[in-house]
């Protein structure tokens, strides 16, 4: 039996529902276990069960992401878990139990990087997918050097494929290959991060392509 001081996102030690807590390095980490019956389960339990599951089960396919693009925000957490915060609390709708994912209010990397000027994505040939945007070089802290952070996503597949280097800011344009998923119609983001992956961009939902 484990106790939360702060809410079922908060550090925690032990098990509490389906949901295992502890501490590593002083980091405070979240793992869920196969539920088991035991005893009365109250319906805002099942309710809260159901919305954990579900972003896990999300964002576990982009886990390496995140855990570089929610660093900011990780204190005393990982970056899978601040993003868990993040997004459970926000990208939630429909009711018990059938929740679903508001594919349009996601982050995958959040922070205070300024994002780029009219990003746009588009399929493009051989299973890629063509970015554009604005060079905002010089507006508060963007910088030429930033790195632009390509993410799609496929619900059908549960995959992400994702690239951390894809281009500079000043490049205005980038490609990511996604040919895992062509024929698939994916949910796509753009984001940014400094050259030295201390400052991140919070990302920009760019809406759905079919992957040629």
Do not use: C
Not at 115 to 123: F, I
């Amino acid at each position: 039996m484990g106790t939360i001081n702060k809410g079922i996102l908060g550090g925690f030690s032990g098990t509490v529902g389906t949901v295992i807590g502890g501490s590593w390095k002083g980091i405070d980490y979240m793992r869920s276990q196969p539920s088991r019956k035991s005893g009365t389960t109250s319906q805002p339990q099942l309710e809260q069960q159901a919305k954990f599951s579900l972003i896990v089960k999300f964002l576990q396919s982009m886990t390496g992401l995140v855990m570089v693009t929610f660093h900011n925000y990780a204190v005393k957490m990982t970056g899978f878990n601040s993003a868990l915060s993040y997004n459970i609390k926000n990208v939630i709708t429909g009711t018990y139990p059938s929740y679903a994912i508001d594919y349009t209010k996601v982050l995958v990397s959040r922070g205070d990087l300024p994002n780029a000027g009219g990003p746009a994505a588009v399929a493009g040939t051989a299973g890629n997918i063509n970015f554009t945007w604005t060079d905002n070089s010089g507006m508060g802290k963007a910088a030429a050097t930033d790195n632009a952070v390509l993410v799609a996503y496929s619900s059908t597949m549960n995959l992400t494929i994702y690239d951390l280097e894809a281009a500079t800011r000043n490049a205005a344009a980038a490609t990511l290959n996604a040919a895992t998923f062509s024929g698939e119609t994916v949910e796509v983001y753009i984001g940014f991060m400094s050259e030295d992956g201390r400052e991140v961009a919070s990302s920009i939902y760019l809406g759905q392509v079919t992957v040629a």
